[in-house]
């Protein structure tokens, strides 16, 4: 502008400093002169232009100048105020005062001369423009109309009635001109971007528009301040008749003359756009939302301007363009131009076609009125309806895109199971809204239905060396993600995918998916050949394992162990595995003792090979052979195994084979190592369990563990400073980064690495003891990945999962193998139920030494596992890049609801959380999510995370209408129960109400349902009927409300229920009702309030329940009698907190199945337990925790013949273990827990006669006495 850059310097001085020496009055009269001046300068930067004088017919320029010049001395004066006399350099009078001076009354006399003349024509007649230099250019326009938006924009923000600026009344004219202008600069941005060589109609729209800027600055410019000189007051109805008059015969295209103005820029504008245009865009996008928005505004205007009665301005027709503009808007905006060039054309031509036929309806009174839309479109030469079209194909074509992009790509192979049970309910339920697709919907289900054999194959391992088949199962899988989004998106109510493409879509899934089919049918019929006659193995890119230096640290019992069975063990061929996780020094331990002087002199010849992944036979067999001195040609691997069979035949030998993945690798190897029994040993690392085993001949696995934390330091010392010690100011923090390895003794080399070459500083240490994980994780990543592309199929998801865990978290087995069913991971099979099979699962990647077993149940079975810190963050990375997973981390991940394709970029995909916040904020923009999992990253027991003020979780979790799985692991206490959220198959959380909605039978696909509460939840009778539930949990403990008999005989059954807990029965006929419409209940936990006196009821317990835990109640400072048992396949019998006496006994004996058998506080009749003969036949754990009644036990010779655990604990009273326990041979383990020393005395007799007589050394014997207390043997 004209002094720019000053007057923005002089603002930002004055709004910055604010000088403390100014009074209100004076600091207002000088924000309004800035004001004033800023406007000036607009005024003055026209003056160039012939037309000018336009503002009202008015040669205002002149006295501009002038004004102008007074106004200078103003601005100086100012500027002396702000700065000491050193700064200020201008020759201003020192005496001149800026607020009483002359300046601003001259400025007001001006308005008011110029108010007396101000109007401005109803028909705008811009001349030609005389030369070059008359023609406003964008850049000029741009920022002429950014300059009076600004200043307009200070009106409507002045609140206060003091303020010069303040304007009263209503400011709804105002903000009418501040839209129209933002939506014109739009219009100018869209037309100058397309235009490469401005035409004359370019020219005229842009000079109408800067004329019409003007004119808006100078209404606003006359008319303030309202309050004037000498009472000279403005009336505040003139500005806003003016600004009305402005918008109706200057901005809006009502006037024919302003119509033709935007109809001839866009008919320049299209005469442009030919076949192989390119335009000179200069955004990022294809479109953006700019011309839209005010082709979109003057849509929605046109009812208020057109003629009622006219035809053209119908509501339905008007919904034409509305949803047209819709699917633009919608779906075009802001996307990346990269690739969609040559779209472009298609783009524009609709977007100016749209523009000519709304400006058009503005005709009402000319030739155009009474037409219909269609005819308007044909008279204007347009063909809206047929360039539309290559629109929403290309629509389609990016939405797809971007969902199939986001897809996971990695699967659960039971996702198409979910899928397929649900979709005959969708098609029920949401009948209205799948009718136009629900004839595709019935093909995708014919087709899917019978490729699942195929998928059951894939999840059997049957075509695990077939990448192809995986890749078919992979392609498969998503076609089913991709129908599942367009079934929700038919569903949803906010219809954020035009309708246009779901048809479109599935239609093309279909074809998509016969294509695979008939790819499959051409080689399934050579599977089983090719899977016979394949011998080489499946290959990958061989990455380089970083290795530890010479000297070996750590392990010293290992080390132990291994020398002594090399040098004195059996004199059979031996196979000594070391079986770890990746990264624990497998193969350094190993090479270790290959090299150890004192084994190598035991063997006559020795000899080492490297299998790995990628192998051929060949090469081992001649890497075996060269390295015993043998250097012969073969032809085939036959002749060289032959050679080195009968090489070894004679020989003491040790063989080192390094590295084995695959049971069939040992097999190719297995024939060469002749058995002469002298003596020889084979050594072999393996990361998986099974290999191991498979190869095991005498000694069993050795299973290399963590470091402790001493030989983690005693490594990181040995690697960081070689033979000299670390200083002791370093110790300390040296111990706390080789703790945070985790026992990894790769992770600590790797951290050795950084700091051997850092300053031997404490400051620089505890820096990379802060930052540790991104240190550790790009070395230890390739090798984990190894492992990871040697699964199964099927068990890469369920491995990733990990990743939506926390570090250091011990994870419940239960939680975690519901969690995978939910998600669609576990494959069904007819023979196996699913939970069976998720334990499978579990234990496969157990032994493949990915996750570890941090505590099993009494029978035997995974309770919890943990993950280390390197899987885990492998795991999170992964799932990210596979989109399985997302952890959304505050400052990590950009807020969705800035990014209008958030929604697509995350369909399908699991969201992680950690802060209440995060889930707030990301819940308004993933309302296609399927997973929510909130992780609290606080001790829960020490406080739950804190929301911010405002927060309800009922606001956020409507916004997931699609979820399948809601986590809250107990971490949120919701203050509602979500019962819309129809498509949860899981949901766990803490609540704070006693009382369960009966509409939680909406919840009809719930499988899984997991509450904790501070006490009783009463359920409603409406629970009958969600029959698919297989796993109720319930914290304290529920009943069921209404009548008496909530579950009556008429009522539907629980088939698929496979635990509960904890329901509150009152009576047994409660109890055995349950138990009628659940029959295929697997385990049972409940609260019983137990029966006072004889007789005792005798509850039947179907074959299916295996698992029962009965809790009892204290009535009357009394404990009562549970029922008596009738089940012929229990296995595990928990009783809590009841009176048992001998027919109670005597009737738990004799469970034929029972394994487990655990009692906690009961209180035995006659404080005595008589075992009979025959009783307790398989049992094989007993715990007696704190029955403080039981004095005496006595068991006859043949009682508990299978027992291998005996656990006691508070037993204070009782005299001693049975003396038959001696007799026992399966006994593995005593352990006394706060029991009198005579318990003790009799455990350690047992043990001391089981070693003498029966030579069990195996018998480990724990004794855990009071706090402060010493038995005689302990002193």
């Known amino acids: 502008m004209f002094l720019d850059k000053d007057l923005s310097k002089?603002?930002?001085?004055?709004?910055?400093?604010?000088?403390?020496?100014?009074?209100?009055?004076?600091?207002?009269?000088?924000?309004?002169?800035?004001?004033?001046?800023?406007?000036?300068?607009?005024?003055?930067?026209?003056?160039?232009?012939?037309?000018?004088?336009?503002?009202?017919?008015?040669?205002?320029?002149?006295?501009?100048?002038?004004?102008?010049?007074?106004?200078?001395?103003?601005?100086?004066?100012?500027?002396?105020?702000?700065?000491?006399?050193?700064?200020?350099?201008?020759?201003?009078?020192?005496?001149?005062?800026?607020?009483?001076?002359?300046?601003?009354t001259g400025i007001w006399k001006t308005k008011l001369e110029f108010q007396s003349k101000y109007s401005f024509a109803e028909v705008s007649s811009i001349p030609l423009p005389a030369n070059k230099d008359d023609i406003p250019t964008p850049k000029f326009l741009l920022e002429f109309i950014d300059a009076v938006i600004e200043n307009l924009n200070i009106l409507v923000q002045i609140d206060d009635p003091r303020s010069l600026l303040f304007v009263p009344g209503p400011k709804g004219q105002i903000e009418e001109v501040l839209k129209e202008l933002n939506?014109?600069?739009?219009?100018?941005?869209?037309?100058?971007?397309?235009?490469?060589?401005?035409?004359?109609?370019?020219?005229?729209?842009?000079?109408?528009?800067?004329?019409?800027?003007?004119?808006?600055?100078?209404?606003?410019?006359?008319?303030?301040?309202?309050?004037?000189?000498?009472?000279?007051?403005?009336?505040?109805?003139?500005?806003?008749?003016?600004?009305?008059?402005?918008?109706?015969?200057?901005?809006?295209p009502i006037q024919p003359g302003i119509r033709k103005i935007y109809t001839d820029v866009l008919c320049a504008l299209k005469s442009t756009i030919q076949p192989g245009w390119h335009p000179n865009i200069q955004n990022k996008h294809v479109t953006d939302s700019g011309f839209l928005e005010a082709a979109a505004h003057n849509l929605m205007k046109l009812p208020t301007v057109s003629n009622p009665s006219g035809t053209v301005s119908s509501n339905d027709q008007m919904s034409i363009l509305q949803d047209m503009l819709s699917l633009i808007r919608a779906n075009l905006i802001?996307?990346?131009?990269?690739?969609?060039?040559?779209?472009?054309?298609?783009?524009?031509?609709?977007?100016?076609?749209?523009?000519?036929?709304?400006?058009?309806?503005?005709?009402?009174?000319?030739?155009?009125?009474?037409?219909?839309?269609?005819?308007?479109?044909?008279?204007?030469?347009?063909?809206?309806?047929?360039?539309?079209?290559?629109?929403?194909?290309?629509?389609?074509?990016?939405?797809?895109?971007?969902?199939?992009?986001?897809?996971?790509?990695?699967?659960?192979?039971?996702?198409?199971?979910?899928?397929?049970?649900?979709?005959?309910?969708?098609?029920s339920r949401h009948?209205?809204?799948?009718?136009?697709?629900?004839?595709?919907?019935?093909?995708?289900?014919?087709?899917?239905?019978?490729?699942?054999?195929?998928?059951?194959?894939?999840?059997?391992?049957?075509?695990?060396?077939?990448?192809?088949?995986?890749?078919?199962?992979?392609?498969?899988?998503?076609?089913?993600?991709?129908?599942?989004?367009?079934?929700?998106?038919?569903?949803?109510?906010?219809?954020?995918?035009?309708?246009?493409?779901?048809?479109?879509?599935?239609?093309?899934?279909?074809?998509?998916?016969?294509?695979?089919?008939?790819?499959?049918?051409?080689?399934?019929?050579?599977?089983?050949?090719t899977m016979n006659t394949t011998t080489d193995h499946r290959s990958s890119q061989l990455v380089w394992t970083p290795k530890m230096k010479e000297q070996f640290v750590g392990f010293e019992d290992v080390r132990k162990e291994l020398r002594d069975q090399l040098k004195k063990g059996n004199y059979q061929l031996d196979v000594i595995s070391i079986v770890g996780m990746p990264g624990l020094g497998k193969t350094t331990l190993a090479k270790e003792i290959f090299y150890d002087e004192s084994v190598i002199e035991n063997f006559d010849i020795r000899a080492q090979c490297c299998v790995s992944q990628v192998y051929k036979r060949m090469d081992l067999l001649l890497e075996i052979l060269h390295a015993i001195g043998e250097s012969p040609s073969f032809s085939t691997a036959h002749d060289a195994a032959d050679q080195l069979r009968r090489t070894l035949m004679m020989k003491r030998y040790l063989i080192l084979v390094d590295d084995v993945w695959e049971t069939s690798a040992w097999d190719d190897l297995r024939p060469c190592f002749y058995d002469a029994k002298n003596g020889s040993k084979i050594i072999l690392t393996t990361r998986h369990i099974e290999v191991a085993n498979y190869a095991t001949c005498v000694s069993f696995p050795i299973h290399l563990r963590m470091f402790n934390d001493d030989e983690s330091w005693k490594l990181l010392e040995d690697r960081v400073f070689g033979e000299e010690r670390c200083s002791p100011s370093l110790e300390e923090v040296g111990r706390q980064i080789a703790k945070k390895c985790g026992g990894l003794p790769l992770s600590i080399?790797?951290?050795?690495?950084?700091?051997?070459?850092?300053?031997?500083?404490?400051?620089?240490?505890?820096?990379?003891?802060?930052?540790?994980?991104?240190?550790?994780?790009?070395?230890?990543?390739?090798?984990?990945?190894?492992?990871?592309?040697?699964?199964?199929?099927?068990?890469?998801?369920?491995?990733?999962?990990?990743?939506?865990?926390?570090e250091d978290r011990v994870?419940?087995?239960?939680?975690?193998?519901?969690?995978?069913?939910?998600?669609?991971?576990?494959?069904?099979?007819?023979?196996?139920?699913?939970?069976?099979?998720?334990?499978?699962?579990?234990?496969n990647l157990i032994g493949k030494n990915l996750v570890f077993v941090a505590k099993r149940s009494s029978d035997g079975k995974v309770e919890a596992c943990r993950i280390h810190d390197v899987m885990l963050e492998f795991c999170k990375e992964k799932a990210t890049e596979e989109n399985l997973l997302l952890w959304i981390i505050r400052d990590q991940n950009a807020n969705p609801s800035s990014n209008i394709y958030s929604h697509k970029q995350h369909v399908q995909r699991r969201l992680a959380f950690c802060e209440v916040d995060n889930l707030e904020e990301w819940s308004s923009s993933c309302s296609l999510i399927g997973s929510v999992l909130?992780?609290?990253?606080?001790?829960?027991?020490?406080?739950?995370?804190?929301?911010?003020?405002?927060?309800?979780?009922?606001?956020?979790?409507?916004?997931?209408?699609?979820?399948?799985?809601?986590?809250?692991?107990?971490?949120?206490?919701?203050?509602?129960?979500?019962?819309?959220?129809?498509?949860m198959r899981y949901f766990s959380a803490e609540i704070d109400q006693n009382s369960i909605p009966a509409s939680i039978a909406n919840l009809s696909n719930l499988e899984t349902l997991v509450l904790k509460s501070r006490?009783?939840?009463?359920?409603?009778?409406?629970?009958?009927?969600?029959?698919?539930?297989?796993?109720?949990?319930?914290?304290?403990?529920?009943?069921?409300?209404?009548?008496?008999?909530?579950?009556?005989?008429?009522?539907?059954?629980?088939?698929?229920?496979?635990?509960?807990?904890?329901?509150?029965?009152?009576?047994?006929?409660?109890?055995?009702?349950?138990?009628?419409?659940?029959?295929?209940?697997?385990?049972?936990e409940c609260k019983y309030k137990g029966i006072c006196s004889f007789p005792f009821p005798v509850l039947e317990i179907s074959t299916e329940l295996e698992t029962l835990h009965i809790i009892g109640e204290v009535v009357e400072f009394q404990h009562w009698y549970p029922v008596c048992i009738s089940a012929s396949n229990l296995k595990i019998l928990k009783l809590s907190v009841f009176r048992l006496g001998h027919e109670h006994l005597s009737n738990i004996g004799q469970l034929q199945n029972l394994q487990v058998l655990e009692l906690l506080a009961i209180e035995f009749d006659d404080e005595e337990w008589e075992v009979n003969d025959d009783e307790f036949p398989e049992l094989k754990v007993l715990k007696l925790m704190f029955c403080q009644s039981l004095e005496e036990w006595d068991a006859v010779e043949y009682s508990f013949p299978k027992l291998e655990r005996l656990s006691l604990r508070g037993l204070e009273n009782l005299k001693e273990i049975p003396s038959c326990f001696v007799d026992i041979q399966f006994l593995q383990s005593i352990e006394v827990r706060e029991c009198n020393e005579s318990v003790v005395k009799s455990a350690r007799f047992i043990q001391e006669f089981q070693f003498e007589d029966y030579q069990n050394a195996a018998l480990k014997l724990s004794i855990y006495p009071y706090p402060g207390v010493y038995y005689d043997d302990d002193k």
């Open 811 to 843: 994870i419940d087995v239960s939680s975690l193998t519901k969690l995978w069913t939910s998600e669609g991971f576990i494959k069904s099979c007819e023979s196996k139920r699913l939970e069976d099979i998720a334990e499978g699962y579990l234990e």
């Open 183 to 252: 939506l014109l600069r739009f219009f100018v941005c869209f037309v100058s971007n397309k235009c490469t060589e401005p035409a004359q109609s370019q020219h005229t729209f842009f000079t109408h528009v800067l004329i019409v800027s003007s004119h808006a600055a100078m209404v606003a410019w006359l008319y303030l301040p309202i309050h004037g000189k000498e009472n000279q007051d403005v009336d505040p109805s003139a500005m806003n008749d003016l600004f009305s008059d402005l918008l109706q015969m200057k901005i809006r």
């Open 431 to 529: 009948s209205d809204s799948l009718a136009t697709v629900v004839n595709q919907l019935q093909i995708i289900q014919k087709e899917l239905e019978s490729l699942q054999p195929f998928l059951k194959a894939v999840a059997e391992q049957r075509y695990y060396k077939h990448d192809r088949h995986q890749i078919w199962a992979t392609q498969l899988i998503s076609k089913v993600y991709e129908v599942e989004y367009v079934v929700d998106a038919c569903i949803s109510i906010s219809k954020e995918v035009p309708h246009c493409c779901l048809q479109c879509w599935l239609l093309d899934i279909i074809k998509e998916i016969s294509c695979i089919k008939a790819e499959m049918q051409e080689l399934l019929n050579v599977v089983d050949d």
């Open 749 to 806: 080399v790797v951290v050795a690495g950084i700091l051997a070459k850092m300053e031997k500083k404490e400051e620089s240490w505890k820096q990379v003891a802060t930052t540790l994980s991104s240190h550790i994780h790009g070395d230890t990543k390739a090798i984990v990945e190894l492992s990871y592309q040697n699964l199964p199929y099927h068990l890469k998801p369920c491995f990733l999962y990990f990743g939506a865990f926390l």
């Open 1015 to 1084: 006490g009783q939840i009463l359920l409603p009778v409406t629970l009958r009927r969600m029959v698919k539930l297989r796993h109720l949990h319930i914290a304290q403990y529920f009943t069921i409300s209404n009548a008496e008999k909530p579950f009556d005989d008429d009522s539907l059954k629980f088939y698929d229920l496979r635990t509960l807990s904890q329901p509150y029965f009152s009576c047994v006929e409660d109890f055995e009702l349950m138990l009628r419409k659940a029959p295929n209940i697997r385990e049972l």
């Open 334 to 427: 802001h996307l990346p131009i990269l690739g969609l060039e040559f779209h472009c054309q298609d783009m524009d031509t609709v977007i100016v076609d749209a523009g000519l036929l709304i400006y058009s309806l503005y005709d009402s009174e000319g030739e155009k009125e009474g037409m219909t839309l269609e005819d308007l479109n044909q008279a204007l030469g347009l063909d809206l309806p047929g360039n539309i079209q290559p629109v929403k194909v290309m629509i389609y074509l990016i939405i797809r895109k971007a969902v199939q992009s986001n897809l996971p790509r990695i699967h659960g192979l039971g996702y198409v199971d979910f899928f397929l049970s649900n979709l005959k309910e969708f098609q």
């Open 10 to 104: 002089l603002r930002r001085d004055f709004l910055e400093f604010r000088p403390s020496n100014i009074d209100d009055v004076s600091r207002d009269r000088l924000e309004f002169f800035l004001w004033e001046l800023s406007f000036l300068d607009c005024f003055l930067s026209l003056q160039s232009f012939t037309f000018a004088g336009e503002c009202g017919k008015l040669n205002f320029t002149q006295k501009m100048k002038e004004i102008w010049k007074k106004s200078i001395l103003v601005q100086q004066a100012t500027q002396r105020i702000f700065f000491s006399d050193s700064d200020w350099e201008g020759s201003v009078d020192p005496n001149f005062d800026p607020f009483t001076s002359d300046v601003p």
């Open 934 to 983: 909130f992780r609290s990253d606080t001790d829960i027991s020490a406080r739950l995370p804190v929301p911010k003020p405002g927060f309800t979780i009922s606001r956020i979790l409507q916004n997931f209408k699609f979820l399948k799985v809601l986590d809250l692991e107990h971490c949120i206490v919701i203050d509602f129960f979500p019962t819309d959220l129809v498509h």
